[in-house]
Structure formats: C-alpha cells, structure tokens
C-alpha cells in the first residue's frame, strides 16, 4: 500500500493512552506532506491543528500499514 498525501489513517490500537513516536494511538491523522523520507501528519481537534513529521519506517510501525 502507497503513502498518500491528503489521505487519512488511523493508528493502531492504544494501550492506556500511549503514543508512539509522537503520534497518539488510536487517533486518527492526515498525511499533509512527503518529502523523501519524512512524512508530515496533522490531527484536529476542535479548532486546533497539530503537525507532526515522522520517518517513513515510523509511519509504517505506528500504522501498521506495510507501506
């Protein structure tokens, strides 16, 4: 499966609230941007935007997408 820019993915599971490499478990994130290697993901939440850039290979951990 191939990393899309303007698609959105869920992470995994949490367990008691956790994050993982910064991203929350269990939300849900939006992939604003790719530059080679470095995946930029943002999550609203009422009326707050935040952004986060994560590796490709963290991107694949924390989704679980193989991609």
């Known amino acids: 499966m191939e990393i899309k820019a303007g698609k959105s ?3 995994n599971m949490p367990k ?3 994050t993982k490499h910064g991203v929350i478990l269990g939300r ?3 992939v604003t941007k790719i530059e080679g290697n470095i ?3 943002s999550s609203i939440r009422i009326e707050h935007e935040s952004f986060i850039s ?3 290979e963290q991107f694949n951990e924390v989704f ?3 991609c």
């Open 16 to 18: 008691d609230g956790a």
């Open 28 to 30: 849900r994130y939006t």
């Open 39 to 41: 995946i930029t993901l």
């Open 9 to 11: 993915y869920r992470a």
């Open 64 to 66: 679980n997408c193989g």
């Open 54 to 56: 994560i590796t490709k």
